[in-house]
């Protein structure tokens, strides 16, 4: 059996897809792998993404110990608490649906690709290895979207989680100042009879010392969040573009595909098997078409009837009288010479 040439071309593209398939794999691990995550929110402790949804207002142990006066000086602490809670259910629903579309589209490339091996079993030649080599190729790039959108659903989780994980840590530093300021202030009122209030309006003052250095705290754990957050961005963008390329490369061995490259016929069989039906057809072209085939592609022969034949010269003897009709004009055969 001789066996099958690849072109250059050909594996480049096979070559191509796998390097971009480890790039995006290596993205998610990333991604899982919280790399994104600043340095400050990396020595936090995880909290649960149910801790997002988290109603605790801090403030409200100053109600409880009767210094209630003192919360609408100090509010703003508790104002980073209402901008990052948000609904855990709809983080988990989103991650959901792109954790699933990932299995489908992990499940379709495992089918292509064995379907591929199993219509080529009785194949050899290059008819063989071109199939099964297109097979192997699109199903790498059907992985390609998959990992791309489990990158996308552990991005979500994982943005949700260190979301939580900063709204624990804000409520733990707005209830440490709120235990700093009830003892000072409840010590201010017990003095406030014997020196006529002064004690109260020494101590606000303190209180709300205490308050902004809580909060100059606070806006470092957020700034480290925003920062963490364009980390994420930029890998999940990241994965994006290569997806893109992907795209691209699945639909140029799409085109070349379809347009009737000729295979070695080898041993296979007359009629060529149906390509999976469970294969999915790449549906975005290339931005840029190739300007011609690849430089080892064959050439067909051309067919006997459109070959260019070299005109023969008339004999000097008058060639007979032909009546020609106005639909249909005949053909000329020299005439031998006498």
Do not use: H
Not at 66 to 94: C, H, K
Not at 130 to 156: F, P
Not at 199 to 205: D, G, H, K, Q, V
């Amino acid at each position: 059996m001789t066996a099958a040439l690849t072109t250059p071309e050909e594996a480049s593209d096979a070559t191509r897809i796998t390097a971009l398939l480890a790039e995006l794999r290596a993205t998610g691990d990333a991604v899982g792998g919280r790399e994104w995550l600043s340095d400050e929110l990396a020595g936090e402790p995880a909290a649960p993404l149910g801790s997002l949804g988290s109603t605790e207002r801090p403030l409200s142990a100053l109600d409880g110990a009767g210094l209630g006066f003192l919360t609408p000086m100090i509010s703003f602490l508790e104002e980073p608490l209402d901008q990052l809670r948000g609904d855990p259910g709809a983080v988990s629903a989103g991650a959901g649906e792109f954790d699933s579309a990932a299995r489908d589209a992990t499940a379709v490339a495992a089918e292509y690709r064995s379907t591929a091996g199993a219509e080529t079993d009785g194949w050899s030649g290059r008819a063989s290895s071109d199939y099964l080599r297109k097979g192997t190729e699109l199903a790498d790039g059907v992985l390609s979207v998959a990992e791309t959108s489990l990158t996308a659903a552990k991005a979500l989780v994982g943005a949700g989680e260190v979301v939580a994980q900063v709204v624990e840590v804000v409520t733990g530093l707005v209830a440490k100042a709120v235990g700093q300021i009830g003892p000072i202030m409840t010590k201010a009122i017990a003095e406030a009879p014997a020196t006529f209030g002064q004690s109260i309006a020494l101590a606000i003052p303190e209180c709300v010392r205490i308050a902004v250095e809580c909060g100059v705290e606070i806006a470092g754990k957020l700034a480290a969040l925003l920062a963490s957050g364009e980390n994420l961005i930029k890998l999940v963008e990241g994965a994006l573009g290569v997806l893109k390329v992907v795209k691209e490369v699945m639909s140029f061995i799409g085109e070349q595909s379809q347009g009737g490259k000729p295979a070695d016929p080898g041993t296979a069989p007359a009629t060529a098997p149906a390509a999976p039906t469970a294969a999915p057809t790449p549906t975005t072209q290339p931005t840029t078409a190739p300007s011609s085939a690849p430089a080892t592609q064959p050439t067909t022969a051309p067919s006997p009837t459109t070959a260019t034949q070299p005109t023969p010269t008339p004999s000097p003897s008058p060639a007979p009288t032909t009546t020609t009709s106005p639909t249909t004009t005949p053909s000329r055969t020299p005439e031998e010479p006498a």
